[in-house]
């Protein structure tokens, strides 16, 4: 099999058998994000007791880590809408995991953890170190310490390219 590298393929004049080759690379990746996305949507059991999801999960463990933090900063680290935000606040609240503290010459609504959230944020980080440590080993069996390291380089560019 002919290794094809991204960088030879777009300096190629586009040919069909390199347009087909570029957009198996999108459908892998629009696989990879639908495939991820439906995992961090279903509702897990962290250890506290109750399912929450994924999103849930991280968006309690970056409150307890950033204490009075607002909607606007959570949009903004998540690159999502305030709107989306408030409503997912809304339902951590409505589920006992944080609560909204209005500052009295601020008018910002700032986000704190409730013990409940506090617990889950500490549950929360054991689970995931504990599956990327999983994960890792998982890759490891198929990929070299140098392809892991650059498939992490590549989703951090990623990352900060579709922030822009």
């Not at 690379?25 to 495939?35: A, C, G, P, T, W």
């Not at 509702?43 to 994924?54: C, K, R, S």
């Not at 990327?132 to 070299?144: F, K, M, P, R, Y």
Request: glycine share 4%.
């Amino acid at each position: 099999e002919m290794r094809y590298f991204m960088h030879d393929i777009i300096r190629e004049h586009p040919s069909d058998d390199n347009i087909s080759l570029l957009f198996d690379k999108s459908e892998m990746l629009y696989r990879f994000v639908l495939m991820y996305y439906n995992y961090c949507i279903k509702t897990q059991d962290y250890g506290f007791g109750n399912e929450v999801t994924m999103v849930e999960a991280h968006t309690v463990t970056m409150i307890n880590d950033h204490p009075g933090i607002t909607i606007s900063q959570l949009a903004s680290h998540y690159n999502r809408t305030t709107s989306a935000i408030s409503q997912l606040a809304t339902k951590l609240e409505k589920k006992g995991l944080i609560t909204r503290k209005m500052i009295s010459n601020l008018k910002n609504i700032h986000l704190y953890t409730t013990p409940e959230g506090d617990n889950l944020s500490k549950l929360h980080k054991i689970y995931d170190s504990n599956e990327v440590i999983e994960t890792l080993h998982t890759l490891s069996l198929h990929c070299t310490p140098q392809e892991v390291d650059a498939f992490f380089k590549v989703l951090q560019e990623y990352i900060a390219m579709l922030k822009n």
